[in-house]
């Protein structure tokens, strides 16, 4: 049997196709998405259609894992009311803040739905909505999250057919809490000013949502970084560090999370556990620019790092290029500080890139290092960990082994092997073998406090914390 797992990330939209019994990848298909904070859902759905085009023969199942957080707001008739707002749109940041006041603070919300609202959060969204576009507002229907829109046109997406989502991206809301597994309609209203739309309806972990009008079996799907959880297949003490568009360090835990500080998210997984994770809006896209400012692609970006010395000669980098998430700072702007005659060099800016990105997600690790997390090994995933250098370095800024598992789409796989569990309807995820990863080990007395000592500081210099 043949089973598809689909990625619907910020960038594109990749398709796997997977042997059900055993993971292996037999064809793959990847299709471009819109650039921009707002995109048409429609743009996704095209896109998938495209992506699969000619590859689903001999299918039997489909999943879809999809950008965690984005609102879809769709009309009775189930056309969207606008673009849709993506996790990484800043302009609810207020919003947010409006919003932690007025349910009582940071603990309430922490308490209630196990995150505390950000301007990604969907839950901000709405709220901005309502106050900033209210005749739009006024025509919601029916508020999706991407992955839930995409599995809902799969089988139809007609006005009479229900929706549904599952718990790992419900999480990812604001207003569904993994304690309890039950929406909180009262934040909903909170937020949207007191308008109810229709919420998908949260399906099981291996529970299917339905049918294509072909006969294909369609699975819950679920949020990328759940999908990434389980196409890794990660196991206690495993920690993840994904180098994608945004970072995202998470966990496979066995009780739910309330990090009263807003840092950890408290999110459920794709497997009926619970997945605590930081996010930051900066990653594998620093080194892009830092290879474009250097005049470098990013093969040579390596390359040109390897020419500097630990500690860039005092060059650090504060990646915080789009705003950022984690520190909570969704107005600022990067910093390149420490300049001097003798650093002022495309290698030395190259090391600093790479530093300054994983300084970045050291930090993201330390809370989850606070919420009780204790990692063996770091898994780095994502384009930026098939440099070689990003994994040396990253063993001494995190100070725990790092291991790179062979490429692959994992979020995609993790979609597939949650479609290959609906489709054999097994009380566990089919246990799908993966070959062992390219192992770094932390160096005893690396420089890796030293470095991150000099970055807390320029952080603390800069921005006050």
């Given at each position: 049997?043949?089973?598809?797992?689909?990625?619907?990330?910020?960038?594109?939209?990749?398709?796997?196709?997977?042997?059900?019994?055993?993971?292996?990848?037999?064809?793959?298909?990847?299709?471009?998405?819109?650039?921009?904070?707002?995109?048409?859902?429609?743009?996704?759905?095209?896109?998938?259609?495209?992506?699969?085009?000619?590859?689903?023969?001999?299918?039997?199942?489909?999943?879809?894992?999809?950008?965690?957080?984005?609102?879809?707001?769709?009309?009775?008739?189930?056309?969207?009311?606008?673009?849709?707002?993506?996790?990484?749109?800043?302009?609810?940041?207020?919003?947010?803040?409006?919003?932690?006041?007025?349910?009582?603070?940071?603990?309430?919300?922490?308490?209630?739905?196990?995150?505390?609202?950000?301007?990604?959060?969907?839950?901000?969204?709405?709220?901005?909505?309502?106050?900033?576009?209210?005749?739009?507002?006024?025509?919601?229907?029916?508020?999706?999250?991407?992955?839930?829109?995409?599995?809902?046109?799969?089988?139809?997406?007609?006005?009479?057919?229900?929706?549904?989502?599952?718990?790992?991206?419900?999480?990812?809301?604001?207003?569904?809490?993994?304690?309890?597994?039950?929406?909180?309609?009262?934040?909903?209203?909170?937020?949207?000013?007191?308008?109810?739309?229709?919420?998908?309806?949260?399906?099981?972990?291996?529970?299917?949502?339905?049918?294509?009008?072909?006969?294909?079996?369609?699975?819950?799907?679920?949020?990328?970084?759940?999908?990434?959880?389980?196409?890794?297949?990660?196991?206690?003490?495993?920690?993840?560090?994904?180098?994608?568009?945004?970072?995202?360090?998470?966990?496979?835990?066995?009780?739910?999370?309330?990090?009263?500080?807003?840092?950890?998210?408290?999110?459920?997984?794709?497997?009926?556990?619970?997945?605590?994770?930081?996010?930051?809006?900066?990653?594998?896209?620093?080194?892009?620019?830092?290879?474009?400012?250097?005049?470098?692609?990013?093969?040579?970006?390596?390359?040109?790092?390897?020419?500097?010395?630990?500690?860039a000669a005092g060059l650090t980098l504060l990646p915080y290029l789009a705003g950022e998430r984690t520190p909570n700072l969704p107005d600022t702007t990067g910093t390149l500080h420490g300049l001097t005659l003798?650093?002022?060099?495309?290698?030395?800016?190259?090391?600093?890139?790479?530093?300054?990105?994983?300084?970045?997600?050291?930090?993201?690790?330390?809370?989850?290092?606070?919420?009780?997390?204790?990692?063996?090994?770091?898994?780095?995933?994502?384009?930026?960990?098939?440099?070689?250098?990003?994994?040396?370095?990253?063993?001494?800024?995190?100070?725990?082994?790092?291991?790179?598992?062979?490429?692959?789409?994992?979020?995609?796989?993790?979609?597939?092997?949650?479609?290959?569990?609906?489709?054999?309807?097994?009380?566990?995820?089919?246990?799908?073998?993966?070959?062992?990863?390219?192992?770094?080990?932390?160096?005893?007395?690396?420089?890796?406090?030293?470095?991150?000592?000099?970055?807390?500081?320029?952080?603390?210099?800069?921005?006050?914390?």
């Amino acid at each position: 049997m043949l089973v598809a797992g689909v990625d619907s990330s910020t960038q594109s939209c990749k398709v796997v196709v997977c042997a059900a019994d055993s993971g292996k990848i037999l064809r793959h298909s990847k299709v471009p998405h819109p650039d921009g904070t707002e995109v048409p859902a429609d743009a996704w759905w095209r896109a998938l259609r495209s992506a699969r085009d000619g590859l689903l023969d001999g299918v039997s199942a489909i999943a879809v894992a999809g950008q965690q957080h984005g609102l879809v707001a769709l009309e009775a008739a189930g056309t969207p009311v606008r673009p849709a707002l993506l996790w990484n749109d800043t302009r609810s940041a207020q919003a947010a803040q409006d919003l932690v006041a007025e349910f009582g603070g940071p603990r309430a919300w922490a308490d209630a739905v196990g995150i505390v609202p950000l301007a990604a959060h969907t839950v901000a969204k709405l709220r901005w909505l309502a106050d900033h576009e209210p005749a739009h507002a006024d025509r919601v229907a029916r508020v999706l999250l991407p992955h839930d829109y995409l599995t809902w046109r799969l089988r139809g997406g007609t006005p009479d057919l229900e929706p549904t989502t599952d718990r790992g991206d419900a999480s990812g809301t604001g207003y569904w809490s993994p304690k309890t597994g039950e929406y909180r309609k009262d934040l909903v209203a909170l937020a949207f000013r007191d308008r109810m739309p229709e919420l998908p309806r949260v399906l099981g972990p291996a529970e299917p949502a339905g049918h294509t009008s072909d006969g294909l079996l369609v699975a819950a799907g679920t949020g990328d970084n759940a999908a990434a959880a389980l196409g890794l297949g990660i196991d206690a003490g495993d920690v993840v560090v994904s180098l994608g568009t945004s970072g995202t360090v998470f966990t496979r835990a066995l009780h739910p999370s309330a990090d009263a500080g807003g840092v950890v998210n408290g999110f459920a997984d794709a497997a009926g556990a619970y997945l605590p994770l930081v996010c930051t809006l900066n990653a594998a896209r620093v080194l892009d620019r830092t290879a474009a400012l250097a005049g470098v692609g990013l093969r040579e970006l390596e390359t040109r790092a390897r020419q500097s010395v630990p500690g860039a000669a005092g060059l650090t980098l504060l990646p915080y290029l789009a705003g950022e998430r984690t520190p909570n700072l969704p107005d600022t702007t990067g910093t390149l500080h420490g300049l001097t005659l003798s650093n002022m060099t495309p290698e030395h800016l190259a090391r600093a890139g790479i530093e300054g990105m994983l300084c970045n997600l050291a930090e993201a690790l330390d809370r989850l290092r606070a919420d009780g997390i204790r990692p063996r090994r770091v898994l780095l995933i994502g384009g930026a960990a098939a440099n070689r250098l990003v994994a040396e370095i990253a063993a001494q800024i995190f100070e725990v082994t790092v291991a790179v598992p062979e490429p692959q789409e994992y979020v995609a796989l993790g979609a597939a092997r949650q479609a290959a569990w609906a489709l054999t309807a097994t009380p566990e995820p089919p246990p799908w073998a993966a070959p062992p990863p390219q192992e770094f080990p932390a160096p005893a007395d690396g420089p890796g406090r030293e470095i991150r000592a000099r970055y807390a500081h320029t952080r603390r210099l800069i921005h006050g914390k």
